[in-house]
């Protein structure tokens, strides 16, 4: 994975060129999951950047309480700002879920 760079001096302790704006540490974010196989799943999931290393990766601690110590910045957008993934999974469907969008009142949908 590639980051994204600032021309801005980092903060104290960041190497020249790592971007220490992108996501401040509390920033509520959708990330990424790095399951036990080292694959990424394409699902995003809710969570808050907990730090972020010095090689310009992020600490994400999910909302389910799982953690990511080492996630780069392309697989972190700000919450609400994840594409929606359209998977034999349901992903779609889930993610309406998750953002309140479904319809009401239909068989099968929360009321």
């Known amino acids: 994975f590639g980051g994204a ?3 801005r001096a980092p903060a104290p ?3 020249a ?3 220490d704006s992108a996501f401040p540490v509390g920033t509520r974010v959708e990330a990424r999951y790095l399951l036990s196989n080292g694959r990424v ?3 995003w999931y809710l969570g808050r950047i ?3 290393n010095i090689d310009g990766t992020y600490q994400v ?3 389910d309480g799982d953690r990511w110590d080492s996630a780069p910045q392309e697989c972190i957008v700000r919450s609400g700002m ?3 993934s359209v998977g034999g999974d349901g992903g779609v469907r889930l993610a309406l879920l998750e953002l309140g969008l479904a319809a009401r009142g239909r068989p ?3 009321p």
């Open 41 to 43: 799943t394409n699902r």
């Open 5 to 7: 760079t600032s021309s």
């Open 17 to 19: 060129g790592v971007n």
């Open 61 to 63: 601690e999910y909302d």
């Open 82 to 84: 994840a594409p929606v």
């Open 13 to 15: 302790g960041l190497p």
């Open 108 to 110: 099968g949908t929360p």
């Open 50 to 52: 907990a730090g972020q």
